[in-house]
């Protein structure tokens, strides 16, 4: 093996977390390379969040010129066209790649394209993509290696050849019958845009209800949003075996509380989990220990069992969002500037782009009785919001929780902008805001965050102390 280079920085992987860590190290003056075998900026920019959030788009703009004659606005039946649906989302997505190279430029971090493998601690042997190796040692190394798509191990699915969240963004045609397995996040945002653009969907989820982290009502509202637009959704469903072939014809047999049922269809998506990127590449040859899942195992500063090895991101076990990777790079920055941050008790939102969409921060009613946490719940339909009247987006609801001290601890909305409600209520969380303050401030009218005062003005008065002489 011939002498590896020595750096004072590597990066496995070029997520989000990853790019902004190698960027910021070779800014402060170290030696800092970023290996990435295929995906220049991540799964965020290429993959995932962005093309996907892109096609769903084109797929809300078919709905509303198929529906524009409510709005009074005459159109005659439009058609798709999916390969210049793709084709935009391929356009955005080049202008993405181009700001992350353009980072690598400005910042002096070196890229190189190759696939890594560990042969000891801090020690990686990259294979280039255009052919030769290279062996790099470093004094610290940060990995961000992401996850892939898992593959349920059903008779005959794999051979079926379905499609991923990667293949379906590269169609260039609507599935007459699309199947998609997993009623989470990824499977139902797919699920109504491929119904806006025209295809027959069935949902297969083998929990006893959808999006099966939330709390019950806000899975059947989901529910109910999807199936008024002629999407099938099938819970409690065990898939049998597959046959046939994905993208021509496929059959599957499954078991449901009625019994045997056969579903022919076109298409099959997979989207039932994530599976982190940690086998294959050396790991056990570091002294990074895994969980029984295969995620790297990390303290609460992201550090991993190996000295002066960190672990961002996905695969450290960090919930899976980009906004989270980032997160993760901001706490191991100010870290090693001699901070204490660490991932302990961050208040992590999310949404879920169906449309409307589903708008999560802080405990569901679920995680409060689980936890012990006594809360007082406030309800309300977003028809009730005048900016909804306007618009005739009055599918949903909001749900607060509040605690003892008056405190939001919770809160949920499925409703157009919720993402931007929901930021609004995160921001008094953070804060450490009484509920009154919010449900008491003058929000500008006819704005959906209009909504939280008398949502707010619906919380239970606390349950009166009996006194005792």
Not at 422 to 438: E, N, R, S
Request: proline share 5%; hydrophobic share 40%; net charge negative.
């Amino acid at each position: 093996m011939s002498e590896p280079e020595h750096l004072d920085v590597l990066v496995l992987g070029s997520g989000q977390a990853g790019n902004l860590m190698a960027w910021h190290m070779a800014r402060s003056g170290y030696r800092t390379a970023l290996v990435e075998r295929r995906w220049i900026g991540g799964s965020c920019p290429n993959i995932a969040c962005m093309p996907s959030k892109n096609e769903v788009w084109s797929a809300r703009v078919a709905h509303l010129v198929r529906n524009a004659g409510h709005f009074g606005t005459l159109t005659t039946p439009g058609q798709i066209d999916m390969g210049q649906v793709r084709q935009r989302k391929r356009d955005m997505v080049s202008g993405e790649v181009a700001g992350f190279l353009e980072g690598f430029k400005s910042s002096g971090a070196e890229l190189i394209r190759g696939s890594g493998r560990f042969t000891g601690p801090k020690m990686l042997e990259v294979q280039l993509n255009d052919g030769g190796t290279r062996f790099l040692t470093a004094d610290k190394v940060f990995l961000n290696i992401g996850t892939h798509s898992a593959m349920p191990d059903v008779p005959g699915l794999e051979a079926a050849k379905p499609l991923t969240h990667i293949d379906i963004l590269e169609i260039d045609y609507v599935p007459p019958h699309l199947i998609v397995l997993g009623g989470g996040y990824v499977g139902l945002e797919f699920t109504q845009a491929y119904r806006r653009f025209g295809s027959a969907v069935t949902v297969i989820d083998a929990g006893p209800q959808i999006i099966s982290r939330e709390d019950a009502d806000s899975a059947e509202a989901i529910a109910r949003i999807l199936s008024g637009e002629g999407i099938r959704i099938l819970t409690g469903a065990k898939i049998l075996k597959v046959e046939g072939s994905s993208g021509k014809a496929v059959t599957l047999t499954l078991q449901t509380g009625d019994g045997e049922e056969r579903i022919e269809a076109s298409d099959i998506l997979v989207a039932t989990g994530r599976v982190p990127n940690t086998a294959g590449i050396g790991l056990e040859d570091t002294g990074v220990a895994l969980d029984e899942r295969g995620y790297i195992r990390v303290n609460e500063r992201l550090e991993t069992s190996t000295p002066d090895v960190w672990a961002l991101g996905e695969c450290a076990g960090s919930p899976q969002f980009t906004h989270v990777s980032v997160d993760d790079f901001r706490i191991v920055k100010d870290n090693l500037a001699g901070g204490t941050r660490s991932t302990k008790d961050r208040l992590v939102p999310y949404c879920l782009f169906t449309d409307p969409p589903l708008a999560h921060v802080g405990l569901s009613e679920r995680d409060a009785q689980r936890q012990g946490v006594s809360v007082r719940v406030a309800k309300l339909l977003t028809h009730a919001v005048l900016r909804a009247h306007t618009t005739d987006e009055k599918l949903g609801f909001l749900k607060v929780l509040i605690d003892d001290n008056d405190h939001i601890v919770g809160f949920t909305m499925i409703g157009a902008e919720a993402g931007e409600v929901m930021a609004a209520v995160q921001t008094a969380m953070l804060a450490g805001l009484p509920y009154p303050k919010l449900r008491d401030a003058v929000i500008a009218h006819l704005t959906m965050a209009e909504g939280l005062g008398p949502l707010l003005g619906n919380v239970p008065a606390k349950a009166s102390v009996p006194e005792f002489a």
